[in-house]
Nanobody, 121 residues
Framework: QVQLVESGGGLVQPGGSLRLSCVAS????????MGWYRQVPGKPRDLVAI???????NYADFVKGRFTISRDDAKNTVYLLMNSLKPEDTAVYYC???????????????WGQGTQVTVSS
């Protein structure tokens, strides 16, 4: 019904930047909050940033001042601009969205497949 597809991950040197994108597609009626999470092997998935349908944002302390989340509702897309990257930012980054489809009233939560970000010299 709904697919989230991330892109933009890769290998970057410490201090560098990357911009992740996540496009939602399918039988979408409304997109509510969208967010980015990250996970390293053996650890829980952590919230990185979230943006509401009204544009309010919230960030994890470990990315404040470095990462910026934004959305383009005309394109059903959410972005994560990551600046001043550190080796500890290395993880698989996942997109998540609270999305109501043409067949539902309440939104369900959907996840993308993840994109690898590696910060290394």
């Amino acid at each position: 019904q709904v697919q989230l597809v991330e892109s933009g991950g890769g290998l970057v040197q410490p201090g560098g930047s990357l911009r992740l994108s996540c496009v939602a597609s399918g039988n979408i009626r409304s997109i509510y909050a969208m967010g980015w999470y990250r996970q390293v092997p053996g650890k829980p998935r952590d919230l990185v940033a979230i943006i509401t349908s009204g544009g309010s944002t919230n960030y994890a302390d470990f990315v404040k001042g470095r990462f910026t989340i934004s959305r383009d509702d005309a394109k059903n897309t959410v972005y994560l601009l990551m600046n001043s990257l550190k080796p500890e930012d290395t993880a698989v980054y996942y997109c998540s969205g609270a999305i109501a489809t043409l067949h539902t009233i309440a939104p369900n939560n959907y996840w993308g497949q993840g994109t690898q970000v590696t910060v290394s010299s």
